[in-house]
């Protein structure tokens, strides 16, 4: 088990170096540069800007001069366009701001999703069920940019609620963004939740606990859940990654100062080194995720061990 | 300066967003502000405004209106000029002017103080000057100090900085040398490049010298504090040393760019006090809505958008063609009903108040005459004219442009027009490329005023030396060069006024570029917010004389 996790924590490391490398010669052959702007930057500034961030030095080296950099000092380097801050700042910053919403967003997606989920699954073919299904496909289709702005219009602006319309520092900035973010991840956890329930309550082992003459709840809740959730663990991983990386739309939204917001903003600013930053960021949260996960499959499924 | 990029930013973005959304509502009838407030001060002066995030607060480095937002507040220089266009001293008491217009002296005002304590003298000029002239300090206004002696040489690496043209004589007195007699350089030293510095915060703290807590400034607001992303405080500043603002607090938001409809959002729901531009989604809704009525400010800005013509592709070395081109376009519509934004029709490249403009001599709106200028050039029914490419940068509002330009010539004078569109970086990039330059044929630009000065104008924009720069390709007149030269010299400002008005008339009668309309700027303002105004140049927002009204 330990060895079994040893052994993917190491195998980040040639997938963050894949990202590297991708990521570096993307953004060398990406057209315009952090100092094409309308009045043309002099020559000789250009040099000296160059020269300050290593540009002038050939591909290769820049390439592993970044790369001992992060290796050696963590340093993901300055950013371009703010140049009162490094990329470390910038992801010090904002990106436990992303964790804070992401994480109340999913707690809320995973607490309702999956009792929903059950709900629809017991219910099936219900009114109930109809009900939850549309909303759920509801969620799961329409996008953040619309969400947020319409509860902005109709909760705020329409029926007059005391939330602020975005901003960050109190409970009361979360509560749009957490619902806007919480919706989409709760349809999917719901609809996988519910298609996993439908199979696993056919199985024979819960017509078994059923025949015992144990009590539905506890059929449903020790026998079923545990092995309904397998799949929707999966998801939910993958979902939760996604999540606390921030979402560009929910933060441009609501102006909060998280860090999804900078994976698109340091393209358009060609400023390498937040994007550079950003990317091994949200790589290595994505792999740790897949790594817990998995883990995650050996604790619920006595089937799963790993050697 | 350029075009601002933010708005076009913004109304991409906003397209794919809550323009969508918010747009296919219908406006809601909220209870409405008493539309004249009660009268008297409030008790708590307080503003709330709406910012992005300013790509840095160092005065030697900003190029962009939001960065000025907050400097302007922050910081002070020698002079400065009203609406009027009247200088006044503000840290320069009084000041000389050699004969020869070569040697400004200037002579600072006792009792004035950095936000530490220190008193600003001749040296902080004379240092932040060679600083932001150094190449090092890659500061992208440097070319703002270039008339001063040795600037240029400094400025592309062939001369030490110490050897700038300026020298604190002593604490309080300043002499700047200029390399030749510049009439616009008192316009030049009311601008940001040129304020002075505080050397202690820049050389200890480095890049970082502008956070909160480590920045000193001296004007009338000082930094109380500034949280990435999210809001930039400034209070009064009660050491200040010359008149004090009425307000107490002036608290940016941070919005991500681009986030208008937001901006507007919070507005309404009384989060901010000022919303700065209204997103062209918005419009309709907000000029018919009869509650936000007296709420809506209007501003000129000191700019012109226009269409750049390469001057180098044969069919378009033809003043006559360039003419037609532009008479044939319909400014008033394109502004109301395409692009939705507020502006002026342009006749002239020139925006109001810079000298030697006279509107009244170029080409004016006329599809006949525009026709009877391409049968004139050989094009009748603009037959054997080429296809022509106009090329933009990502953006609704350009693609909006291109389609009226699309079928408006097509129409009038039978031009066809394919349209190229690019995104930002790359289409800077690629206007610079030698192959751009010879293969283009029409695009987008503008230019705002970075200060109020004919010489920003005619020679920055128009002199053949600017060729290849950033608007003028492949034009040349050597009489103009010459009138513009001489003019940018002349200290007589009569006879300033006379050569500018030959450069104007010169324009006029080549027209080397299509003008399309002067920018303006439309603000929402709160009713209790008094004196909310911006500055003709770069639309910044002077906070010195708000103040709020009780509610």
Known sequence: MWKYALKRVLLLIPTLLAVYTLVFILFHLTPGGPWDKERPVPESVQEYLNAKYGLDKPLWQQYVDYLIGVVTRLDLGPSYKYTHLTVRDIIGQFFPNSIQVGLIAMAIAVTLGITLGILSAIKQNTFLDYVLMFFAIFGATVPTFVVGPLLVWLLILTLGVGLPTGGWGTPRHLVLPVITLALGPMAVLARYTRASMLEVIRADYIRTARAKGLPEGVVIVRHALKNALIPVITVAGVILAVVITGSFYVEFIFSIPGIGQYFVTSVSNRDYPVLMGVSLLFATVIALMNLIVDLAYGFLDPRIRYQ | ?551
């Open chain 2, 1 to 551: 300066m350029r075009e601002f990029n933010r708005r076009e930013f913004l109304v991409g973005m906003t397209g794919t967003g809550l323009a969508v959304v918010l747009a296919a509502c219908t406006p809601t009838q909220q209870p409405t502000q008493p539309s004249q407030p009660a009268g008297g001060l409030a008790k708590e002066q307080v503003i709330r405004i709406p910012l992005t995030e300013p790509p840095t607060l160092d005065p030697g480095l900003a190029t962009d209106t939001v960065s000025l937002d907050v400097i302007v507040q922050l910081f002070d220089g020698l002079v400065g000029f009203d609406d009027a266009g009247n200088i006044f001293g503000i840290h320069a008491e009084k000041w000389d002017v050699s004969s020869d217009g070569i040697t400004y002296t200037f002579y600072l005002r006792p009792g004035i103080k950095w936000s530490n304590g220190r008193p600003i003298t001749a040296q902080d000029y004379e240092w932040a000057w060679k600083r932001n002239i150094d190449p090092k300090t890659a500061s992208d206004y440097a070319t703002t100090l270039f008339p001063i002696k040795n600037a240029q040489a400094i400025h592309e690496g062939k001369a030490n900085p110490q050897t700038l043209g300026v020298r604190a004589r002593d604490d309080r007195t300043l002499e700047v040398t200029l390399e030749a007699p510049a009439a616009y350089f008192l316009r030049l030293a009311s601008t940001w490049t040129m304020f002075p510095l505080p050397r202690e915060a820049i050389e200890k703290y480095g890049d970082k010298w502008t956070e909160a807590g480590n920045i000193v400034t001296n004007g009338a607001f000082k930094m109380s504090s500034w949280r990435h992303q999210q809001e930039i405080v400034l209070e009064r500043n009660e050491d200040y040393w010359g008149k004090k603002p009425t307000l107490q607090r002036a608290v940016y938001r941070i919005f991500p760019e681009g986030a208008e409809e937001q901006v507007l959002a919070a507005y309404e729901n009384d989060e901010l006090d000022v919303a700065r531009g209204i997103p062209p989604a918005q419009v309709d809704r907000i000029l018919n809505d009869p509650k936000f009525k007296d709420q809506i400010k209007i501003f000129d800005q000191s700019g012109t958008m226009f269409i750049a013509v390469n001057n180098r592709r044969p069919h378009l070395r033809d003043p006559r063609v360039r003419k037609a081109l532009g008479m044939t376009l319909e400014r008033q519509v394109l502004i109301d009903r395409v692009l939705k934004v507020v502006a002026k029709p342009a006749y002239s490249l020139q925006p109001p108040g810079i000298m030697g403009r006279n509107p009244d001599i170029w080409p004016k709106e006329d599809v006949e005459a525009a026709r009877r200028l391409m049968a004139d050039a050989g094009y009748p029914n603009g037959q054997g004219f080429p296809e022509i490419t106009f090329t933009y940068n990502t953006s609704a509002a350009w693609k909006a442009l291109g389609e009226y330009l699309q079928q408006r010539w097509q129409q009038t004078l039978g031009i066809k027009v394919k349209l190229q569109e690019m995104e930002w970086r790359v289409f800077l990039q690629w206007r610079r490329t030698p192959e751009a330059s010879q293969t283009y044929d029409v695009y987008r630009g503008g230019w705002l005023s970075d200060y109020e000065d004919p010489n920003n104008w005619y020679n920055v924009l128009w002199d053949s030396a600017e060729d290849p720069g950033v608007f003028n390709l492949g034009w040349k007149n050597p009489d103009y060069d010459r009138i513009v030269r001489q003019a940018r010299a002349e200290l007589d400002q009569q006879k300033r006024a006379q050569l500018y008005a030959q450069a104007e008339k010169i324009l006029a009668d080549e027209y080397p570029a299509i003008p399309v309309y002067h920018y303006g700027a439309r603000h929402l303002v709160k009713p209790w917010v008094k004196n909310w105004t911006i500055s003709r140049i770069l639309g910044f927002a002077p906070l010195r004389d708000v103040q709020i009204l009780a509610r």
